[in-house]
């Protein structure tokens, strides 16, 4: 019995293994391999190279006048003090902040316009429109100052701050608009007729919708504004004539004489125009760097 059991039973099959294909091998990279100093050693220099002048710029400001020491020490802030009061730094500082503020709101209002209707419209010359958009941007703004002059001339605007702060938004608002068109586009067209479909109009949809999330460009795109006014030079030097009304600019280019240079006032005030640029990087990076990444891509 037990024998014809053991015939009738059916040797099990082998088993058969399943080999994983073979992921092919990671290429190596040239700076996988290479020695952790050969990267820090050139950013160092690097750094060294980009840090030097500001600590000679704070080695100016901070040390007492005809010393030559390479420590700021004895620390002084006379020069501060001397740019603030008696060169009217604090007026300068004043009106450089109004023409930036302005700058930045009128280029993001009208930029935000004309961008969402370069990216959400079709019109005949829109092309066109864009290449000249473009094209301006190869025009250096010292082509554009005698038209600027005779226009504002004719308005009666020379001598005031209202010319610079127009001057300043005509000149950023092409970027601006491709930019902020470009943010615009990423934002899905379905969001806005999800709106269309709740009962909003388009202007309800796209300051509930579309607007919240252009927050990172409008930043990137207002902080270059404001940067590019605080630090222009040309457009308030030819347009306003009384001292009162001067910028940062201008005012560093008075402590300048072709006689002599006060270096320690003029470090001081160099200090006292980049500090609210450092600021300001300082607090919008993440939006910045956010916003740049959203406007390199088309949606």
Known sequence: MSTTKEATMVAPAPRRTVREPQRPAKKRRAWDEAPRWQI????????LFT????????????RPAGSTSLVPWPMTFDHFEKVWTERSFGTYFQNSVLVGLATLFLTTVVALAGGYALARFDFRIKRAFMLALLCSQFVPGALLLVPLFEIFAELQMINSLGSVILAETVFQLPLSMILISNFIKNVPYSLEEAAWVDGCNRMTAFRVVVLPLLRPGLIAVGSFAFVHSWNHFLFALMFLNNQQKQTIPVGLNTLMSADSVDLGALAAGGIIAAVPVVLVFAFIQKWLITGFSAGAVKG
């Open 40 to 47: 820090y050693l050139p950013l160092s220099i690097y750094l």
């Open 51 to 62: 840090l030097i002048p500001f600590y000679w710029i704070l080695l100016f400001a901070l």
